[in-house]
Nanobody
Framework: QVQLVESGGGLVQAGGSLRLSCAAS????????MAWFRQAPGKEREFVGA????????YYADSVQGRSTISRDNTKSTVYLQMNSVRPEDAAVYYC????????????????????WGQGTQVTVSS
């Protein structure tokens, strides 16, 4: 059974930083592309970023490009999201997702690409 467990959410001050982690089990983590999505109240779940199975390729949403970094440690089956200069509009529930393939492609921006999802971790931003 595949499990993705996010951690690291909480209250962050605007302008500060956050680091989320997602620990995976039950899948061949090193063969899966991983992604972060987020969902704010009343809004659709949106793509934040993705990383290929090797970690060499990353994609980011325009809204977080330049202030976010996705990384992974295949020895720990864990993917990370580091976000700096956090803004009030970054407040959301953040979800980790795993794809069935390892490479990124134009589908990697969409929820349908991902077969497995975590339960999410809440990020609240104080201004």
């Amino acid at each position: 059974q595949v499990q993705l467990v996010e951690s690291g959410g909480g209250l962050v001050q605007a302008g500060g930083s956050l680091r989320l982690s997602c620990a995976a089990s039950g899948l061949i983590f090193g063969a899966a592309a991983m992604a972060w999505f987020r969902q704010a109240p009343g809004k659709e779940r949106e793509f934040v970023g993705a990383i290929s199975w090797t970690g060499y390729t990353t994609y980011y949403a325009d809204s977080v490009q330049g202030r976010s970094t996705i990384s992974r440690d295949n020895t720990k089956s864990t993917v990370y999201l580091q976000m700096n200069s956090v803004r009030p509009e970054d407040a959301a529930v953040y979800y980790c997702a795993a794809a069935r393939r390892g490479a990124l492609n134009r589908s990697s921006y969409y929820r349908e690409e991902y077969a497995y999802w975590g339960q999410g971790t809440q990020v609240t931003v104080s201004s």
